[in-house]
């Protein structure tokens, strides 16, 4: 079969020589007193450079703006330095990655941040859990940003861009998405401020504007790109509201005037039904019609879905999360028609090798222990794979 996804694709000046992204995913294995990318870390990239883009896990753009433990940052010397190993062998093997700058405003503690508050556009407590020293804690009502730590956050974001080009990327991606820091600023139920960067709907997008503006000037918005998810209801303080499908709309057409490198969709993973929010077709198809530039979708995706979105021309590219994480050879595995490994949940965010750079490639290696659904079973990968949806329709 002739299949979407391993055709190739312009995107700016790189040339993808297939249409699947590794999605961006958080890990934890950067324990290290610096939070810098260790040699496991350029391992695992290394092993799924056969992606037509690999995007890192977030990493942290300063350490006001950190919400997890052993998250990598890219904001020092050390941590450069370490994402440097990581593009190098990256490249070496074939591929191309871009870093995925983040900063998670609210939804941070106390504890993560050396007893400060964490910043947000208002003093408003998400309600939420994170995860940090102390295991999962609840948060806390964070400071309001005066327009001075806004102008420091955006010189941070536009300093750990210039890091990830010193450290060899070939992109960078915003995380806009999943309620963090951008997400807190576009939502009314985060966003109180009646100064610039609050009230209306272009107010309440300047952030990212002025955020990518400060970019710019260390990297072409060419190889700039922006994650987004507007379905997101119920998690970090953020709820959709009548402004919501406006205001997407809205910045969309303004990424899309400043040609940034491509806007990355993620389909809801919560229920919308009833929410003021296109119902029925896909998140990608309606943002399509404000954006011009490539798409990349995100979200639940098998092979399958991946390739009927390439062909419907919802989406240009397809992320991958899950699957990556348990299929380091997943385009190997498409071109084949193959079954996938099984992702295993309890080693997503555990130190270590295991259930990291361990997940074997077709025909290889093995591992001792896997988990099926909830049963936990004492054999190999290779026995206990099943189809994934792609597989079966
Ligand atoms: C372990 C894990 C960590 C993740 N970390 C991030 C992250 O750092 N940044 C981000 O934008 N999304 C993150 N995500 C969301 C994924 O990028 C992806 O959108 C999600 O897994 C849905 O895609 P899938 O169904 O293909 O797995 C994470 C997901 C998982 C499973």
Not at 5 to 24: I, K, S, T, W, Y
Not at 188 to 195: E, G, I, K, L, V
Request: hydrophobic share 35%.
């Amino acid at each position: 079969m002739n299949q979407p996804l391993l055709q190739p694709f312009d995107l700016g000046e790189l040339r993808l020589p297939n249409r699947v992204c590794m999605a961006p995913m958080t890990r934890c294995r950067a324990d290290n007193p610096d939070t810098a990318p260790t040699e496991l870390m350029a391992e695992y990239y290394r092993q799924r450079a056969s992606a037509g883009l690999l995007i890192t896990e977030g990493a942290f753009v300063s350490p006001r703006g950190v919400g997890y433990i052993n998250v990598p940052g890219i904001h020092s010397p050390e941590q450069t330095q370490g994402w440097r190993r990581v593009t190098q062998v990256v490249h070496e093997a074939g591929g191309r990655i871009f870093c995925q700058l983040w900063h998670v405003g609210a939804m941070s503690h106390p504890d993560l941040l050396g007893g400060r508050l964490p910043l947000a556009p208002s003093a408003i407590d998400p309600r939420d859990k994170i995860f940090g020293p102390n295991g999962h804690t609840d948060t806390v009502t964070p400071q309001a940003m005066t327009e001075t730590d806004i102008r420091e956050t955006i010189a941070g974001f536009r300093d750990a861009a210039a890091n990830a080009v010193a450290a060899g990327f070939d992109g960078v991606e915003l995380h806009a998405a999943n309620g963090y820091l951008f997400n807190q600023f576009f939502a009314r139920s985060m966003n109180r401020r009646s100064d610039a960067f609050g009230g209306s709907i272009e107010n309440r997008t300047r952030f990212l504007v002025d955020v990518l503006e400060a970019v710019g000037a260390e990297i072409s918005l060419g190889r700039v790109g922006v994650r987004i998810n507007p379905s997101v209801h119920g998690l970090s303080g953020i709820t959709v509201d009548d402004e919501t499908l406006p205001l997407f709309e809205h910045l969309c057409s303004k990424l899309s005037q400043m040609g940034i490198a491509y806007l990355h969709v993620m389909e809801p993973f919560n229920d919308i039904s009833g929410l003021p929010l296109p119902q029925g077709v896909s998140m990608c198809s309606h943002f399509r019609r404000f954006f011009g530039g490539p798409i990349i979708s995100a979200t639940d995706h098998s092979r399958a879905s991946g390739n009927a979105a390439l062909a419907a021309g919802d989406a240009d590219l397809i992320a991958y999360g899950r699957a990556y994480i348990a299929n380091p050879d997943l385009v190997e595995r498409f071109a084949d028609e193959a079954d996938l490994n099984v992702p295993i949940r309890e080693t997503f965010y555990t130190p270590g090798a295991r259930g990291y750079t361990d997940y074997p490639r077709r025909g290889e290696g093995t591992t001792p222990e896997t988990v099926v659904g909830d049963r936990r079973v004492s054999d190999r990968y290779g026995e206990t794979r099943r189809k994934m949806k792609s597989g079966e329709s």
